[in-house]
């Protein structure tokens, strides 16, 4: 029943996930939230972990939550789902890639895909920052300071070193933070 | 026999380009360029060109998308198998590692107060994907106003705690961008 519910989940998820990486979030948050197969904590965690570790990060929550709710099955089946459609996709449009991509039709409906999917991206993203500052209880003054300062040094990186600061980089440096902030 | 080899050829590159790409995406559109058209002669630039756009404007991993597509014209149906399998092994091991013991790892104090740091760096990474992406969408009155309609319904639902899939917001997104597009295309006809 749960590697039922896994596959139509994250099958879901591979249908509907346009934009690829990030933008796909929103929907996994969705839908992990939803069957309360994650914490709105550990899912921030484990995008943290998906992005220090190889591998595409929708990819990455699949095998997570497959692994979790259901072991080895769970995971196989889980990220078999998530991968289907994008596999499924390609081979049917293979013979016809070049007229696919210059089709009005298609066009079209990508840019109102687009649209709705950095809606719903930037929503997840305000969601999780109410969240993660506690806005809605009592505020996390720590983490106010903390998130304030890593923007700044992310947004402060590029022009000051000409050089963008790598997802990476912004992660270890945050746990770092963490570890110092919370530890004393 | 040849067939074997060039089954085994794809299975090694696309292990290697799921082992050593990092947070996929992007940043792994390059390396394969460099795997598949320039070093190996697979497939052509136009074919990547025209396979980048059609990955963007498909759903699922780009990276998924990648190794389908040149398994596929290397050795048919069985090559996107193997090509695709490839590039999912590497992460799979390492995140299935992972949840084997993620939660203990947690118990320790001081790791714990270093994820409550990382949850923070994972917020901005989010809005600066959103960010992004709004920058990318043409600035004109149809588009913005999915966006902001969009916006402004996800928070809705979540406020209010419906439920509600945000893949009927995409899929109507998809229908009144098509609807107008009819009609104005049946407007400058007339």
């Not at chain 1, 948050?29 to 990060?57: C, D, K, N």
């Not at chain 1, 979790?68 to 289907?84: P, S």
């Not at chain 2, 104090?109 to 994907?129: P, Y």
């Amino acid at each position: 029943m749960i590697l039922l519910e896994l596959f139509w989940g994250f099958l879901r998820v591979g249908c509907f996930s346009f934009g690829g990486g990030y933008a796909a979030i929103a929907l996994i948050r969705e839908v992990v939230l939803s069957h309360g197969w994650l914490s709105e904590e550990m899912l921030s965690y484990i995008i943290a972990v998906s992005e220090s570790t190889p591998g595409p990060i929708m990819v990455n929550l699949a095998t997570y939550v497959g692994s979790t709710q259901a072991g080895v099955l769970g995971a196989l089946v889980a990220t078999f789902a998530v991968v289907l459609p994008a596999f499924c996709i390609i081979l049917a449009l293979m013979a016809v890639l070049r007229r696919f991509v210059s089709n009005l039709w298609v066009r079209t409906a990508m840019t109102g895909l687009k649209a709705c999917v950095t809606g719903l991206i930037l929503a997840a993203g305000l969601e999780m920052l109410i969240a993660n500052l506690a806005l809605d209880a009592s505020p996390d003054l720590t983490a106010i300071l903390l998130t304030l300062l890593l923007g700044g040094i992310y947004y402060g990186f590029q022009p000051l070193f000409k050089r963008k600061l790598s997802p990476i980089a912004l992660i270890a440096l945050s746990a770092v933070l963490g570890a110092v902030a919370y530890g004393i | 026999m040849k067939r074997n080899t060039e089954l085994l050829q794809l299975f090694s590159v696309f292990f290697r380009i799921g082992l050593f790409t990092f947070g996929g995406g992007y940043a792994m559109i390059s390396v394969v360029e460099d795997a598949c058209v320039d070093r190996r002669h697979w497939i052509t630039h136009e074919e990547m060109d025209d396979l980048v756009v059609v990955a963007e404007s498909t759903p699922g991993p780009i990276a998924i998308n990648c190794a389908t597509y040149v398994g596929a014209r290397c050795a048919g149906m069985l090559g996107a198998i193997i090509a695709t399998l490839g590039m999912i092994l590497p992460s799979f091991l390492v995140i299935f590692a992972v949840s084997r013991f993620l939660d203990r790892f947690l118990e320790i104090r001081l790791i714990a107060n270093a994820f409550r740091g990382v949850k923070l760096a994972v917020g901005i990474l989010i809005l600066d994907a959103g960010r992004r992406l709004l920058r990318r969408i043409p600035k004109k009155p149809l588009p913005l106003g999915i966006f902001a309609v969009s916006l402004a319904a996800a928070l809705l639902i979540n406020y209010l705690s419906l439920r509600f899939s945000s893949i009927v917001l995409l899929l109507a997104a998809a229908g009144v961008s098509l609807l107008f597009r009819a009609i104005r295309k049946g407007g400058g006809q007339s």
